[in-house]
């Protein structure tokens, strides 16, 4: 018996909010500590962008094509969020570990490429 009435979000939408929801964390676990130790604007920053990533999940949840707009912004400033920070700023990783930025460019690509993908398909 078909309603008509959808529960879930595409696929595409569900991994888009998985990959975001894994930022979420990330950013609540190590960036915005490490944000907070270093101080200077990106003790404020890092947060706002975490909040833009609660605020784009929800969207995306409630079906909402703004989430995906708010998930491909973080994208963009999860890419240039290392180079910012270890490159220009010239703050060493907190672990010491110089391969470290391949991972939130890794998310970044990933939720980049699925936001267009559920923009495609939405």
């Not at 309603?3 to 609540?28: D, R, Y």
């Amino acid at each position: 018996m078909k309603t008509g009435v959808k529960l879930l979000p595409t696929i595409q939408v569900q991994a888009v909010i998985a990959l975001m929801l894994i930022q979420l964390v990330h950013k609540i676990v190590r960036e915005i500590p490490g944000a907070m130790k270093m101080g200077g604007p990106g003790a404020v920053g890092v947060p706002i962008f975490a909040g833009l990533l609660v605020i784009g999940i929800l969207l995306l949840v409630f079906r909402n094509k703004w989430g995906l707009i708010l998930g491909m912004i973080d994208g963009a400033f999860m890419i240039f969020q290392p180079i910012l920070v270890h490159v220009i700023l010239a703050h060493p990783d907190q672990n010491g570990i110089w391969w470290y930025p391949i991972f939130p460019w890794t998310q970044a690509i990933l939720i980049i490429y699925f936001c267009r993908l559920a923009w495609k398909n939405w």
